[in-house]
């Protein structure tokens, strides 16, 4: 067996500093980033960070129907990257790859070498130890019908720290938003409500305990009828020797807006970054009539309530 490669935040951002001389989709695209505008919502405790990012649109509309992508060509494929587009081996199945689309400062994907579904199944382990080498980002991961825009090929991001709120008011809102439900001598459990985005956080010194953990979480979570695993959205974090995880379960992928039909149309598709508080909008006209009122109706039709929240730790 080959040894495993790993690659550190350094090297990632040494990859992303090449890309911005070598490769003209990713600079033009980081160069825009720069411009890139906002609207800030202060809601209960917490913000929501709007972004109006036009690059964006592909995923937002991106067709994820089963037969659609049994024909198209996979973007994640080795053998289908960009021959500009460089790749830094990850352990033995996975290339971390500059994302030339970014909602972050830096902006990474962590595709695997083979073409195989996402997944978070066997995989959660990698997901602690990307978080770990890569320290100087957030690792997320977006289910199979949780956002998703090539849930046919395994992957996850990687995006700058405390860029979105989730990242930033973690320790402001573990004073009131916060309950732990189950105490170890390696890790806690907390439920997270009162947040609109209302899941399950799981803090660990070990990564025995970080998965066995997030095992006991995922058991419980509501299965829709048809779906290989629960809906959800995951981030982790490797901080101070430890690892955090927030697991925010879905109800559904995308909100009734977006099929809807003249001024109500919406062309959203949030995913693990929406999630997080950092809301991806791609068209002008969407970024002109948001609003923190729109904004609660999207997360109470995609995330759980504090009561079904509550119907889960139960099981705990």
């Known amino acids: 067996m080959k040894p495993n490669i790993w690659v550190s935040s350094s090297q990632a951002k040494e ?21 890139i505008q906002y609207k800030v919502f202060a809601l209960d405790g917490f913000e929501i960070k709007v972004q109006f990012n036009p690059s964006r649109i592909q995923s937002s509309g991106a067709n994820v129907n089963p037969e659609f992508l049994k024909e198209r060509r996979c973007f994640l494929c080795p053998d289908h990257l960009p021959v500009e587009q460089l790749r830094l ?6 290339l971390v790859l500059c994302n030339p689309y970014p909602i972050f400062p830096e902006h990474f994907t962590i595709s695997t070498r083979q073409h195989v579904p996402q997944s978070i199944t066997g995989r959660f382990q990698d997901m602690l130890e990307m ?12 289910g199979p019908k949780s956002g998703a825009s090539a849930p046919d090929h395994m992957h996850f991001q990687g995006g700058t720290r405390d860029y979105m709120p989730l990242d930033y008011e973690r320790k402001k809102i573990n004073q009131t938003k916060y309950t732990c439900i189950r105490s170890e001598e390696n890790g806690r459990i907390y439920t997270l409500q009162n947040y609109l985005r209302n899941g399950f956080v799981i803090k660990a010194d070990d ?26 959205n995951l981030f982790c974090l490797y901080e101070k020797g430890a690892w955090l995880t927030i697991i925010i379960p879905r109800k ?28 991806i909008i791609s068209q002008p006209e969407d ?22 929240i509550e119907r889960i730790a139960n099981q705990l």
């Open 15 to 35: 990859m992303l500093a090449k890309q911005l001389v070598t490769w003209p989709m990713a600079k033009k695209n980081y160069a825009a980033f720069k411009d």
């Open 207 to 232: 990564k025995g305990t970080a998965c066995r953990m997030f095992q006991e979480v995922y058991k419980v979570l509501p299965l829709q009828t048809g779906d290989t695993e629960p809906m959800m």
């Open 287 to 308: 970024f002109e009539k948001i609003s923190a009122g729109l904004l609660e109706d999207i997360y109470e039709q995609l995330c759980l309530s504090n009561e079904e």
């Open 131 to 142: 978080a770990r080498r890569l320290d100087q980002f957030t690792i997320f991961y977006n």
């Open 252 to 279: 559904q992928h995308r909100p009734w807006q977006y099929t809807a039909t003249g001024t109500d149309h919406l062309l959203v598709s949030p995913g693990a970054a929406d999630m997080g508080g950092l809301f």
């Open 89 to 94: 081996p990850f352990g033995n199945d996975y």
